[in-house]
């Protein structure tokens, strides 16, 4: 019903005039002035030109004046629609049709649309067209190029195609632009791990905890950190914290298993197994 509705909406004229952004509403608006006035001076010189052409000339410039706008109008106010249903099918979790929709209306806009490319690229993520996300990702930082959401999201792509070595430095500028914002270090403790570069990841985690000390997930990569140390004693500590913090996560509590197995820790390892939250 709704996509009906917004069809329905779409095809009115009014609806069409109000995409114009504020300038180009302008710009119409001085253009029907021009034309009035322009074709005020055609009636006048119809005086001695005759009525008739005159008044043919002047339909002809208003004419032409409109369907040049409207066009225009007509282009935009399909790409909003297109995005409109798209971003409707989206929450449906359709994303075949949000796909199909917000693809045209990628073909109609003349600039980048952040939030449309951006959506575009995680789509195209869920069907394992990592180009193609790559792509609609660059677009969508073209206006924005510090948008942390879109570098984390180019981040996370390259890291895909296994370009760790450029998604390695997207994530630290992330974590310049907002020092706060939790993920960009953990994604880039993350890689670091794949990397086997632990004590990276180790400082790197360190400085999250200063931030946030009962971040669950800091805890759980410091152990892993940890482990790939070798130093289970501490790794067992650092997994123990993520559980007690996020208690209901069983990666957390299936990871300090297998630690405390290799710790020798049997006897805590069965505890665990077997009544969860009393280690």
Known sequence: QLIELLTKIH?????????????????????????ILFGLGLTACSLSSGPDSAGQLDVEVRNSTRTYMDADVERRSEALHGFL?????????????????????????SEPAPMLHAKLAELYMRQGELEAALSETKRALETNPDSTYNLLLLAGILESLGRAAEAQPIY??????????????????SLYLKQTQADKAIELLHALLKLDPAQAMAYYYLGRAHEQKADYAAAITDLNKAYELSS????????LVRVLLQAREIEKAKALLSNPGKI
Do not use: C
């Not at 109000?18 to 509403?25: A, P, V």
């Open 248 to 255: 209901e996560n069983i990666t957390i509590a299936l990871d």
């Open 172 to 189: 630290s500028q992330v974590i310049e632009l907002d020092p706060k914002l939790v993920e960009p270090y953990i994604l880039l403790a």
């Open 85 to 109: 249903v798209g971003q409707i099918a989206y929450d449906r979790e359709d994303f075949d049709q949000a796909l199909e929709n917000f693809t045209r209306a990628s073909e109609l806009v």
């Open 11 to 35: 095809q009115l004229e009014v609806y069409h005039m109000w995409q114009l952004r504020g300038s180009e509403r302008l710009g119409f608006g001085v253009a029907f002035v021009y034309t």
